[in-house]
């Protein structure tokens, strides 16, 4: 959206491709890619007139936008007609409110913790980027940031101020540090128009006594909703070998044993080299546990993959999800009693405190 803003404002006509066709008919084509998987023909990438950026092509490497560029204001009409023709397939409006109801961009860029599976680890440090001004319009209901780490910044107070004074709502799509919050955040945020839950990471059962504290000082002060990534399936030691994929595993449950104490919900995080797990299946079917419609909340993992096999369709051959299980089982049978039959979300967490507090 920047770059078509960049390229409108000198009378460029700019149009969203979403396919390869024709592409020889354009002055200037430009190509983002996300993930590295994502499939483009070779023949594309060499053409005079095509550029191409974004951590799918250059993971930790990616260039910046030049800065007259990165300073654009969004065009963000150039996903109308995309939008049109979703409503057109019915497709909810709902599944389209990103293209349709947010200012989007970033106020700060980079992260100082440079985890090895991160994208972001070329930064040393959280650096100011954009003023909201640069993103934001108006006539639009909500506000969703990108920044990697807001709260690695000096002024983290001031952006969130700010963000307040809009007076509508906003988010933090990428997810905000718990490890660096304070009572005055935790104060602050529950009076805000913060838009969905907020999201924390649990990336390490090491930070378990960090994330407890935190989660346990937020809960003073705000009964927000909150989801919590679980990053799972990567191993600091680069061995992968069969006791790393058991305690990855065993650090799941224990993680969501940790955070369903303080009514906080899951969102498993598959690291890509899960595939390689002997374990892969039941990775697949935790990740349905955790991320599909709070499943988790209400019965152990036992009870939803029995669930699973009572709804599949071929009685005499069982689900998927069920057979990983059962495998499982049939190998690491301790599992069962310590972890799988455990029903984790606690109900009402710790209270608020609407006191007063100082900055912290």
Not at 212 to 233: D, P, T
């Amino acid at each position: 959206m920047k770059l078509a803003g960049y390229y409108r404002n000198k009378g460029f006509e700019v149009t969203l491709k979403t396919d390869y066709a024709n592409l020889q008919n354009y002055d200037k084509v430009f190509i983002s890619k996300v993930f590295t998987k994502t499939k483009v023909p070779g023949n594309i990438l060499c053409l005079p007139n095509v550029s191409y950026g974004g951590t799918g092509f250059f993971y930790s490497n990616a260039p910046s936008l030049p800065c007259g560029i990165e300073h654009s204001f969004p065009y963000y009409e150039l996903y109308s007609g995309y939008v049109n023709e979703q409503l057109k397939k019915g497709i909810k409006p709902s599944m389209l409110k990103c293209f349709t109801d947010y200012s989007v961009g970033y106020l700060t860029r980079g992260c100082f913790r440079r985890c090895g599976f991160c994208v972001n680890k070329s930064y040393e440090r959280c650096v100011a980027n954009s003023f909201i001004e640069e993103f934001y319009d108006e006539t639009r209901k909500k506000v969703m940031l990108l920044d990697d780490n807001i709260m690695a910044h000096p002024n983290w107070m001031m952006y969130f101020e700010g963000l307040q004074g809009l007076g509508k709502p906003f988010c933090f799509k990428q997810g905000i540090d718990i490890r660096l919050i304070t009572p005055y955040f935790a104060q602050m945020i529950d009076r805000a128009k913060y838009d969905g839950d907020l999201i924390f990471a649990f990336d390490d059962i090491a930070d378990t006594e960090q994330i407890e504290r935190k989660l346990a000082m937020f809960r003073e002060y705000s009964n927000k909703g909150v989801m919590m990534y679980l990053f799972c399936g990567y191993d600091r030691d680069n061995l992968y070998g069969n006791g790393f994929w058991l305690s990855d595993i065993e650090s799941i449950f224990k993680r969501l044993a940790i955070i369903g104490k303080h009514k906080v919900k899951p969102y498993l995080m598959r690291y890509e080299k899960y595939h390689e797990s002997p374990y892969a299946g039941l990775y697949k079917s935790l990740a349905t546990y955790c991320n599909a419609g709070g499943i988790s909340k209400v019965v152990s993992f036992s009870e939803f993959c029995e669930n699973q096999r009572s709804k599949g369709k071929n009685k005499n051959k069982p689900c998927s999800a069920w057979r990983y299980y059962a495998d499982f089982l049939q190998r690491h049978p301790h599992f069962e009693t310590r972890f799988f039959n455990v029903r984790y979300f606690k109900g009402k967490g710790n209270g608020k405190n609407n006191g007063n507090i100082e900055r912290m």
